[in-house]
């Protein structure tokens, strides 16, 4: 994005002129007649029933819940949340965004939350195995069969994005689209693995500790200190009070136990049909104060160029939260490079996206 030029500074000469013009009697009360403090709503991350309504998918590795809103003859919008959140906390705000809620009355919308992570959950289990990446994106088999949706354009969020991009590497003739934000495709690192075991003896327990708490937030927000503060707030004490500590561990260990994804950059067209990759387009999207940004660049360097775009939006680390409108431009444009015949106004802050480019 182009910032937009400083005023010079001001000379005498402009100080005298605005003395002049502007004299201190006429800087009454009148002048702020029609001027209106706007004072933004609470954030909430709590259900409003805007998300759809939920059912139950049986799945070869236990139930688990989906929500759906709109008709699922339509071009169907499949999400998957992140570490510590559910398809309410996830996504609820960013799709009511107005310009968002715009777009999707075109879609049919298909929330799927992993085991034991949608609100409100009892606890799994004793002796219940969690299942692993591979095995959680294979339940999304299970929802596609249930809802007899053909194929489908994935939205995920960290983990979200990795288990999306597992089933379009195995499935792509089911995936039309991917939009991915902060997504790894390789295995955990030993500073990650380090951090989340000990998260995980807590979790397991049913502990949530002030730690645990401090990752979670470093995780969605990163430099949470230049991020929005009140979002911080509304954030940390959803972890602190509403999650259920020893659901989230068994999911936190499955996540570092993730293998890489295997794909491979091919530019040889002859070559392409027998090597790994991902064949559908994918919006790789990551913040400048995200922790994730290299782990994207290492993604995007290894999809074919002819299908990858990679954005890296500013000044925010909770991207979709922080910045919905410039996410909602960037998905609208990429939804209309598909094809798909969506509307919306551009704003004088719209974004253009390509392969690399960032705004």
């Known amino acids: 994005m182009t910032p937009s030029p400083s005023p010079g500074p001001t000379t005498e000469t402009d100080t005298t002129t605005t003395t002049r013009t502007m004299p201190s009697d006429a800087l009454?009360?009148?002048?702020?007649?029609?001027?209106?403090?706007?004072?933004?709503?609470?954030?909430?991350?709590s259900e409003d029933g805007s998300t759809g309504s939920k059912e139950t998918v049986d799945t070869?590795?236990?139930?688990?819940?989906?929500?759906?809103?709109?008709?699922?003859?339509?071009?169907?919008?499949?999400?998957?949340?992140?570490?510590?959140?559910?398809?309410?906390?996830?996504?609820?705000?960013?799709?009511?965004?107005?310009?968002?809620?715009?777009?999707?009355?075109?879609?049919?919308?298909?929330h799927v939350n992993a085991p034991g992570q949608e609100e409100g959950a009892p606890t799994l289990p004793e002796g219940y195995v969690y299942p692993t990446m591979e095995e959680l994106s294979e339940t999304i088999t299970c929802v596609k069969n249930h809802f007899h949706?053909?194929?489908?354009?994935?939205?995920?969020?960290?983990?979200?994005?990795?288990?999306?991009?597992?089933?379009?590497?195995?499935?792509?003739c089911d995936v039309d689209a991917l939009v991915l934000v902060n997504c790894s495709s390789t295995q955990a690192g030993w500073i990650e693995w380090g951090y989340q075991k000990?998260?995980?003896?807590?979790?397991?327990?049913g502990t949530m500790t002030t730690g645990t708490v401090d990752y979670l937030l470093w995780h969605h927000f990163g430099k949470r200190e230049e991020c929005n503060q009140d979002l911080v707030t509304v954030y940390r004490q959803h972890f602190e009070k509403?999650?259920?500590?020893?659901?989230?561990?068994?999911?936190?260990?499955?996540?570092?136990?993730?293998?890489d994804l295997g794909i491979v950059r091919e530019l040889d067209p002859n070559k392409k049909k027998d090597v790994r990759m991902i064949r559908c387009q994918v919006l790789n999207i990551t913040?400048?104060?995200?922790?994730?940004?290299?782990?994207?660049?290492?993604?995007?360097?290894?999809?074919?160029?002819?299908?990858?775009?990679?954005?890296?939006?500013?000044?925010?680390?909770?991207?979709?939260?922080?910045?919905?409108?410039?996410?909602?431009?960037?998905?609208?444009?990429?939804?209309?490079?598909?094809?798909?015949?969506?509307?919306?106004?551009?704003r004088s802050s719209a974004v253009s996206i390509g392969e690399g480019k960032s705004c």
């Open 28 to 45: 009454d009360d009148i002048e702020l007649r029609h001027v209106q403090l706007s004072v933004s709503n609470s954030r909430s991350l």
């Open 60 to 110: 070869q590795h236990g139930p688990i819940t989906v929500a759906v809103t709109g008709d699922t003859s339509k071009p169907v919008i499949l999400t998957y949340h992140d570490l510590g959140l559910n398809h309410v906390t996830n996504f609820q705000a960013f799709f009511l965004y107005p310009e968002m809620r715009n777009i999707l009355n075109n879609f049919c919308i298909v």
């Open 149 to 172: 949706l053909r194929t489908f354009i994935g939205f995920g969020v960290g983990l979200g994005a990795n288990i999306l991009a597992r089933y379009a590497t195995k499935y792509p």
């Open 198 to 205: 000990l998260n995980i003896r807590h979790l397991r327990s």
């Open 242 to 259: 509403a999650l259920n500590a020893t659901n989230l561990g068994l999911l936190v260990d499955s996540y570092i136990r993730r293998t």
């Open 287 to 346: 913040a400048n104060h995200s922790p994730h940004i290299e782990d994207t660049v290492t993604f995007n360097g290894r999809l074919d160029p002819t299908l990858a775009t990679w954005m890296k939006i500013q000044d925010c680390g909770l991207v979709i939260d922080e910045a919905p409108g410039k996410v909602v431009e960037a998905f609208r444009l990429f939804l209309q490079g598909q094809g798909y015949a969506v509307s919306g106004s551009r």
